[in-house]
């Protein structure tokens, strides 16, 4: 029986000694680690560093329907190579002849009674405009105004009730936020990919007058132009504009145009027809080491 009591005893004073050591070290762990209290889906979500978001599927659906497809047409005129042969050999009816021109783009519902936002290099010189909305509807499109300065352009179709897109303020954007391309690349509508915030304030880079662009890596290819650079929450940070490539396939650097610049280009066409902007009269230029040394000025700082 005494044998029994002291072997109980003893498997008793290991269990206490295991509980505490177990305590001991889950104190430790809690006291230099409180980040591993979190509920297992804590910390998930646009906003929260250091964490994977799993999908950007509400972000996606809040903004793709506002997203559609630009489609233009226009007639132009050629001389093909039989017209230049019968021109040789005296034929009559030989000249020029009429064929239309195609090309697409993408645009973005920024009001729900019916304004759309696109690039200018997407509908320029176009005889006529349609648009194709996520449910496949089809319309004829007006042109309310282009600002080349900015190569934005603003579209109207004679619908109510359209879904328009939330807008979000690119001047919070900062390098490495997450953002989403939404466009009609090679004709594959409502096309989504991912990328990250690049560079901000790009300029000088001889593309527009006026050049503020978010720098991406998001895949932006021929059809996206005009399209929806967004947030994970799929608010409008930007409208895509053109991709840097060196060949065929592009090297993951694309532009977009702020949406803090698309908001107020758009809302002056709307009210305009045009941009109205004041003139300084005064025309900057950077200031050169061999500039400043023709004007002799000590060093590179001043306005030339």
Not at 225 to 233: E, I, K, Y
Request: charged share 15%; proline share 5%; glycine share 14%.
């Amino acid at each position: 029986m005494d044998l029994m009591n002291r072997r109980w005893t003893k498997h008793a004073v290991f269990l206490a000694q295991s509980i505490i050591l177990g305590l001991a070290i889950a104190f430790i762990l809690v006291w230099f680690r409180p980040d591993l209290l979190k509920a297992p889906g804590e910390g998930y979500g646009p906003g929260r560093p250091g964490v994977e978001q799993n999908s950007f599927a509400d972000g996606i659906s809040a903004s793709i329907p506002s997203v559609v497809n630009v489609y233009t047409l226009r007639v132009v005129s050629r001389t093909d190579r039989q017209d230049a042969v019968g021109r040789i050999l005296g034929n009559s009816g030989a000249g020029a002849s009429r064929r239309p021109q195609r090309s697409l783009g993408s645009g973005v519902i920024i009001r729900s009674d019916g304004y759309i936002v696109t690039n200018n290099h997407v509908i320029e010189n176009a005889d006529e405009i349609s648009v194709q909305m996520l449910d496949g509807r089809e319309e004829k499109a007006v042109l309310v105004g282009t600002d080349i300065d900015t190569d934005l352009a603003l579209l109207k179709i004679p619908l109510d009730g359209l879904p328009s897109i939330p807008l979000g303020r690119s001047d919070q954007l900062k390098v490495g936020d997450v953002v989403l391309a939404i466009g009609n690349p090679y004709g594959l509508g409502h096309t989504v990919t991912q990328g990250i915030i690049s560079a901000t304030g790009r300029a000088q880079l001889g593309l527009f007058t006026f050049e503020n662009f978010i720098q991406t890596d998001a895949a932006i290819n021929q059809g996206n132009s005009g399209g929806a650079l967004v947030n994970t929450d799929g608010e409008l940070v930007g409208i895509n504009t053109a991709v840097l490539s060196a060949g065929l396939m592009p090297d993951g650097i694309g532009f977009s145009i702020p949406v803090n610049l698309v908001r107020g280009v758009s809302q002056q066409l709307i009210e305009n027809g045009r941009v109205i902007r004041g003139w300084l009269g005064v025309s900057p230029q950077n200031l050169s080491p061999q500039r400043a040394t023709d004007l002799g000025i000590p060093g590179t700082t001043g306005i030339d």
